[in-house]
């Protein structure tokens, strides 16, 4: 027992089911269609020889690439290892107030954990009736802020004005935007960057660019901002990004016609599915998302994600208090989507 006295406990983030089993999965909001295609070719074309060597540290193809396509430059990019290592690096890096970090009371349920992990207190401040934002909630003293935006789980996003008023507020805090799921619709922030230099925003190749299974995200800001980050990264793992993701990572976000194709399809298949969910009676706030956060008012959610699990379709639910009565589903391909319908179709009466 004396030696666990000194173990750094925590109670860890808890991900989406993952499964080898035929499913319909819709679970974790991947994207339902694959990487870009050349991405299919480099790793064919993959030197495996290449792997007896370090990659490069400063993941410069990737970092390049990245830059010249949201037209920044390279000193505003870093890049790390799917944006749970961004941001969990962010965290380490400039959340080292004794006053609490702020993020919303509903939001994606691995901020929590990271702040307890780095022992960095916080204080959760509640969305209004209809999930929303309150911004004043985030004019008090505070030793940084962080939030989605579109929002998790609820698929809500808030509008740039909204996010700069609160960066104006806080010229002595870092003020991370979680930009997961900014490209089904809404306006990134990145313009902003340029103009606050304590302005983080994260982005992912996970969702958007359906390379969840290769960890690649990033963070652009100030170069003061990415140089303390990096100042972190070295002083944590000097390789976070591998060298497969450094050869296919160029070539996926290089390809931005089947970028927009894809999410094009991705939110022609979340409005077909808005109509249809509706018509069967869930309500939702409205999403700008890759999910709909849907709730019934005569069927219980728990009820529902095991009737769709019956039928070999993977929904996710979240326990919450707030969010309890509530599934996220992920959009899939029309096909998916429609299998979803029908199922439901057979359960609400
Ligand atoms: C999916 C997700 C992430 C992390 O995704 P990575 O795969 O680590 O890039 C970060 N924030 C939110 C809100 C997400 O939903």
């Not at 919303?104 to 401040?125: G, H, L, M, N």
């Not at 922030?189 to 925003?201: G, I, P, R, S, W």
């Not at 100030?222 to 793992?237: G, P």
């Not at 009820?303 to 959009?331: C, P």
Request: proline share 5%; glycine share 6%; net charge negative.
């Amino acid at each position: 027992m004396s030696w666990e006295r000194n173990i750094r406990r925590v109670v860890p983030y808890t991900p989406g089911e993952q499964t080898n089993e035929k499913v319909i999965k819709i679970n974790t909001n991947e994207c339902p269609y694959p990487p870009a295609p050349g991405v299919e070719k480099a790793l064919k074309e993959l030197n495996y020889e290449s792997l007896r060597l370090y990659p490069k540290p400063a993941a410069d193809d990737l970092v390049n690439a990245i830059a010249k396509y949201y037209g920044k430059k390279s000193s505003q990019v870093f890049v790390g290892v799917g944006s749970d290592d961004v941001i969990s690096m962010a965290f380490l890096a400039f959340f080292n107030s004794d006053k609490p970090i702020f993020f919303p009371d509903v939001t994606y349920s691995f901020y929590d954990v990271w702040a307890d992990v780095y022992r960095i207190p916080y204080e959760k401040q509640a969305l209004d009736e209809n999930f929303r934002i309150k911004p004043e909630d985030y004019y008090k003293e505070n030793g940084g802020i962080i939030f989605p935006n579109p929002n998790a789980p609820t698929g809500i996003y808030e509008s740039l004005d909204m996010i700069e008023d609160i960066v104006k507020h806080n010229p002595d805090s870092v003020v991370i935007i979680d930009e997961a799921y900014i490209d089904f619709g809404g306006e990134s922030a990145l313009a902003l960057t340029d103009k606050y230099e304590n302005l983080l925003v994260v982005q992912t190749f996970s969702k958007s660019r359906a390379m969840a299974g290769m960890r690649i995200g990033f963070a652009i800001g100030s170069e003061k901002l990415i140089k303390y980050l990096n100042d972190i990264k070295y002083s944590v793992n000097s390789y976070t990004m591998n060298t497969t993701s450094l050869v296919i990572g160029p070539i996926a976000i290089e390809d931005d016609a089947y970028f927009k194709e894809t999410t094009g399809k991705i939110i022609k298949t979340r409005e077909w599915m808005k109509k249809e969910l509706s018509a069967l009676g869930f309500t939702f706030p409205d999403s700008l998302s890759n999910f709909i956060f849907a709730t019934h008012k005569d069927y219980d959610a728990e009820e529902l994600l095991k009737y769709l699990r019956e039928n070999k379709i993977l929904v996710r639910h979240f326990k919450g208090e707030r969010v309890k009565d509530y599934l996220r589903i992920s959009v899939g391909t029309d096909e998916q989507a429609s299998a979803l319908i029908e199922a439901l179709k057979k359960k609400i009466k």
